[in-house]
Each structure stands twice: as C-alpha cells, then as structure tokens.
C-alpha cells in the first residue's frame, strides 16, 4: 500500500506548495485566468453562500484505503481524528440551527472511536445523516460488519466511492483488491434494503474519473452503472454522482508528476459554465475540520485556507449570521466545480 | 535566395505535420468559411447527442473509426470521450478489434475476386 503525501515527504503535502502550483503559470507558460475574475464576469463580485443547510464534517484523515486521487490525503499513516469534545461543539451547532443535513467524511469516518456515538447524537437532533461510506471499511475487519444495521437504524444515508464498474479501473484508483471488496460491501448494503426501491433507505455511489479527464453525463453513466452492476452482481443502487476531481493534494501530484497539469487545467478552464457558479456546495455548506475549525468547503478545508472572519472559525464559535454573511474563499482549484455540468458532493449541479 | 527563406520560415512553422494544439483550434476552421463551419460543428453536436444510440455507444463507433481513417486527432479525442463516458479499457479495444476485423475482412474479401480471376485464367 502506498503511502499519504505526507508520510513520503512529499513536497505537494505541504498547501502552501499547493497554491504555489496553481497559481504559477503552468509549464507551458500558460497563464490559466483568475477564477476570482472569471466568476466577478459572472456577476458574483462578492461570492457569498446562499443559506447553510449542510454541515460537512470530516471526523479524520485514517483511512483503510490509499486512492491515488484523494484530496484529503487519507490514510492508514494518517492519525488525525476529531475528538468527542469537538463533536459536542459540532452538536451544539446543530441544536436549533437551521442546518437539515450532516455530511460526515474522512478519511474513513467509521475508523472514528467515536463515530457511532455521534451518529446517534446527530439523529437525535432531527437532522439527515449522510456517511461517505468507502465500502471496503465494513469487510475491513469483523467489527465493522454490522454497519448496514447501523447505518439502517440510523436511517443515515449511504454515499459511497466507486469509479468504475471494471475492476481494473477501480483497482488502479482505489487499491488492489477494492473493488472486489467494494461489490461485497455493495451486496451486504443490499441485504439489508439499502439502494432497494421503496425501502425508503438511500446507498448512492460516487463515479471519479480515474484519471485526467472530466466525467460525461451522470445520467447516462448511472444508467450504466446500473445495468452494469445489476447484471454482473445483482446489485441495486439509489442514484450515481459524477464529480470532477480537483487538482489538489494527490491528484495534483498525480497531475504533475504524470505531465497532465496543464492540459487538466486548460480542460477545467475551457469548460466553466456560468451557470454551474451559482450552486457550488460552498453556498449552502460548512465545512468542519477534524481539529474543529471550519471552512468553506473540504477541498478549501484540504488546503487549509481558513475563514477569513476571527469571530466564527472554529466550530464552538458557530455564528450562524456571521457565516451566512462571509465572502467565500475561491482559488484557482474552483474550476474543478464549475467544469462542464458542475460538480459538488452531490454531483452535477447546474440547473 | 528567396524560396530558401520561405521553406526554412515553413521549416519553423511546421516541425511535424500533425500537431497535437490543433485539436484545440478545430473550432479555427470558421475563420476561413465561417458558415459552412457552423452548419458542420451545428451538425456535429447533433450527431454526438444520445438519441438510438447513447453517446457513449457513438463515442466508441468514433473511436473505431478514428482509427479505420488513423486521424491522431480523433484518436486523442475519442480515447478521451470514450473515457468521460464511462467506457473501459476493454470496451474500447473492443472498439479498435472490430476496425481491425472490418480493415482485414475488406482486403480478405477481396481474394474471391482474386480467386474468380485465377479460375477464369488457368486451366
């Protein structure tokens, strides 16, 4: 298993770097113009969120897995994981808050001591769960084979990662042997009603591309997955989301060490839409680190570019008004969620 | 004199004949009959779109052909888009197989004419 940027040394751990590369003309002197500009031409010159309906929490960087594209920089040499204090912020922030739905990622979120207990804390409240489930997590060990069962007591929505119907594909994003794990994992959400018509209980699956290159029609691509997956293992799912991969974290070293930066970048560039802008996720999400702190959206999260207003940038500081009113931070990796039809936790985006 | 300038200006210009920007600039094409380009890139969205065949069915039949004709740029395009539309390795040398087969199968073909020569010819 390969390990996190961060483990190697790797120069691109560090975000700094990061910005540093999206912000210098690319190799081929090509100069990529300012997404802060582009979206000013969009009519957005103060780039604010809409209402925050959504908390995203990422619970920890561990990870069982190591996909080539993370932009979390997840995995099994990761040790950052929230702690039940900054949890009981997080639910403090919910109480009576106008927030419909926790996201809760990772890392693997299951790793997690105290993820189940959060869980049921967070259901307590009244609001939608949703768990990015990597799959491979609930055949990783035996306690973890009863998560289907939680997960349904929970009612929590189930998103999960997988690339590709192909194992091939799968396998060179995610790690030997993912996907036949992840088909398991698929099989025992099944079991249980999860991604069954009419059992009220919703397993959606999130496509990447597995390289330099943006995803097609998610209609389209769910209707093959389906016919895919349901003639090979019999497996039933809710709806399929096709996001973009940024260029941050591995997928950008994987993009600079693959000589595929500046054709990706020239690509997200020439595909902005306009009309995707105004329903970015940042608009009606927060996003929680695992340390407390908060900000516009996992990928800003990743590159540690924190709130610009002091008064509310730690989740025991929530300020709702003060959040709801902030100016969004946007770098050059924002074309990422406005290439072709969009693209957030939630797939395509554009109305 | 003269002509040695404009071949090694030409020289300069054009290291190879096939340059891998220019499929960017397919669109450049309407600066020299810019309605005969529209009614074609008009016409070519359409064909592209889902319709009996899904897009992605018409990608694949685009990538076969990009290589029936070997126009590198509809091999980089179409390898791409096969990509963007979920098609996998396997699906797409698929692809490339049954260009081979109907290349092959049409100068094999053609040995019954060579065939039917031969018996009008010999004894």
């Not at chain 1, 990529?32 to 010159?45: A, L, V």
């Not at chain 1, 960087?61 to 949890?87: F, L, S, W, Y």
């Not at chain 1, 994992?185 to 699956?205: E, F, P, T």
């Amino acid at each position: 298993m390969i390990k996190s940027l961060k483990a190697q040394n790797n120069t691109l751990s560090d975000t700094f770097i990061q910005l540093q590369v999206l912000n210098t003309p690319a190799g081929s002197g090509k100069v990529f113009p300012s997404f802060k500009d582009k979206i000013k031409e969009s009519g957005f010159s103060k780039f604010s969120p809409t209402k925050i309906e959504i908390l995203q929490i990422n619970v920890g960087k561990m990870c069982n897995q190591v996909c080539k594209h993370c932009h979390v920089d997840a995995g099994p040499d990761r040790k950052e994981i929230m702690t039940r204090d900054t949890m009981e912020h997080c639910l403090a922030a919910l109480e009576g808050s106008a927030i419909t739905t926790v996201d809760l990622t990772g890392g693997a979120p299951e790793m997690n001591p105290d993820f189940r207990w959060f869980v049921t804390e967070i259901t307590k409240l009244g609001k939608k769960v949703i768990v990015r489930c990597n799959l491979t997590i609930i055949v990783a060990n035996p306690k973890y084979y009863d998560l289907p069962d939680f997960f349904k007591e929970n009612h929590v929505e189930v998103a999960s990662s997988l690339p590709h119907f192909s194992a091939k594909r799968t396998d060179s994003q995610r790690g030997d042997g993912v996907f036949v794990a992840s088909i398991k994992a698929l099989q025992m959400l099944n079991a249980v009603g999860y991604g069954i018509v009419n059992s009220g209980l919703i397993l959606n699956l999130i496509y990447n591309p597995g390289g330099a290159f943006l995803p097609g029609s998610q209609s389209s691509l769910e209707k093959e997955f389906k016919t895919r997956l349901s003639r090979d293992y019999g497996i039933n799912f809710t709806n399929l989301f096709a996001i973009t991969n940024l260029p941050i974290s591995r997928f950008l070293d994987y993009l600079v060490s693959s000589g595929n930066y500046d054709a990706y970048m020239e690509k997200l560039v020439n595909a902005y839409n306009p009309a995707a802008v105004g329903n970015v996720m940042c608009r009606n999400t927060v996003s929680v680190g695992w340390d407390g702190y908060l900000f516009d959206c996992d990928f800003n999260q990743m590159l540690d570019l924190k709130l610009k207003d002091p008064t509310s940038i730690h989740i025991a500081d929530y300020n709702n008004e003060v959040l709801t009113n902030r100016e969004i931070i946007v770098n050059q990796h924002c074309y990422g969620c406005t290439a072709g039809a969009g693209s957030s936790c939630g797939g395509e985006i554009s109305p | 004199m003269y002509s040695t300038n404009r071949y090694l200006k030409f020289k300069k210009m054009n290291k190879t004949y096939y340059n891998a920007e220019d499929l960017g600039k397919f669109g450049n094409i309407g600066e020299f009959q810019p309605e005969l380009a529209k009614k074609f890139f008009d016409y070519y969205g359409e064909v592209f779109k889902d319709g009996a065949l899904t897009a992605r069915e018409k990608s694949l039949i685009a990538l076969a052909v990009a290589h029936a004709i070997q126009c590198p740029y509809c091999i980089d395009a179409y390898t791409t888009d096969s990509l963007e539309k979920g098609a996998d390795e396997q699906q797409m040398m698929e692809a490339i197989h049954v260009t081979a087969a109907i290349r092959g199968g049409a100068s094999l073909v053609h040995g019954v004419q060579m065939m039917n020569k031969v018996k009008e010819i010999t004894m």
